[in-house]
Nanobody
Framework: QVQLVESGGGLVQPGGSLRLSCAASGTIFNTYPMGWYRQAPGKQRELVAGITNGGSTNYADSVKGRFTISRDNTKNTVYLQMNSLKPEDTAVYYC?????????WGNGTLVTVSS
């Protein structure tokens, strides 16, 4: 059974930084693409960043140049480094694995950007 566990969320001031981590278990981690999504109150869940098993990345326009997704296959972990955070980045952030046509999700970690 695939399990994804996020960590690293919290309260940060505008302009600050956070690093989210997602630990995966129950699968051959380095085989599949991974991603980070977020969902703000009253809004739909949206893709923030994705990374293929080969390390290619893609980002939402709203976070390009500020966020960086990476993965450490030796630790079965994917990261999201978030810099220059803005209040509009406030959301629950979810880790995602897309495995054989099925999306797997973590429980999410809350990021609040506020002064």
């Amino acid at each position: 059974q695939v399990q994804l566990v996020e960590s690293g969320g919290g309260l940060v001031q505008p302009g600050g930084s956070l690093r989210l981590s997602c630990a995966a278990s129950g699968t051959i981690f380095n085989t599949y693409p991974m991603g980070w999504y977020r969902q703000a109150p009253g809004k739909q869940r949206e893709l923030v960043a994705g990374i293929t098993n080969g390390g290619s990345t893609n980002y939402a326009d709203s976070v390009k140049g500020r966020f960086t997704i990476s993965r450490d296959n030796t630790k079965n972990t994917v990261y999201l480094q978030m810099n220059s955070l803005k209040p509009e980045d406030t959301a629950v952030y979810y880790c995602n694995a897309f495995i054989v046509g099925i999306h797997y999700w973590g429980n999410g970690t809350l990021v609040t950007v506020s002064s």
